[in-house]
């Protein structure tokens, strides 16, 4: 069962999140981190994944090692280790142009990739159930929208497609058993 902890990582992550919204779409963005935790604890995560997944972006997204620093004074050092290890990046300077933005984005993806064979199961649960409900919204917004969708991503439909099979191989070997969910949503947007 979930404790009052779970209860105050939401609140947390809503106020952190609380004027972000998703890529293109404008629904608020504590519903990716909701999905995200669902799926966690429908994977049998735990609570402390089920937290770090309400707040795997809260260092990305909202301030960097100051950030993971509260976390981890707030919900304890094995929350701060799993955000820490979904991030693939902590903020920083984003590159003004296009081409110098794409080669940023596909060199991050590169080496957060090349850490997963690292990163204990209990990280990869939560990194998993982050790429699974990413790949299931963008498929629902290609339904919805069409190709225009590949517009709102630094990767652009190549990149972006290139992404989620890398993941889907790695997933299916290392966590065979919940990767299908993700076979279903990058197979489904490769075909889109």
Not at 94 to 100: L, R, S, Y
């Amino acid at each position: 069962m979930l404790s009052t902890r779970f209860d105050h990582a939401l609140s947390y992550a809503s106020m952190i999140h609380r004027i972000q919204v998703r890529k293109g779409s404008g629904v608020p963005y504590i519903s990716h981190l909701l999905g995200v935790a669902s799926i966690t604890l429908e994977f049998g995560g735990n609570e402390d994944q089920a937290i770090a997944a309400l707040l795997h972006d809260a260092a990305e997204d909202q301030g960097g090692e100051v950030r993971l620093h509260d976390i981890r004074i707030t919900f304890g050092e094995a929350v701060e280790k799993i955000v820490r290890d979904c991030s693939d990046s902590m903020g920083g300077k984003k590159p003004t142009n296009a081409a110098d933005r794409k080669a940023e984005w596909r060199l991050r993806k590169e080496e957060y990739m090349s850490t997963l064979p690292n990163k204990p199961e209990s990280s990869l649960l939560v990194s998993l159930a982050d790429k699974t409900h990413n790949a299931e919204a963008i498929v629902a917004d290609l339904r919805r929208s069409g190709p225009t969708v590949w517009e709102r991503f630094t990767g652009e439909q190549d990149g972006t497609v290139w992404y989620y099979q890398e993941l889907l191989k790695f997933f299916s070997e290392k966590m065979p058993e919940h990767a299908s969910r993700l076979d279903r949503a990058a197979s489904e947007m490769t075909a889109l």
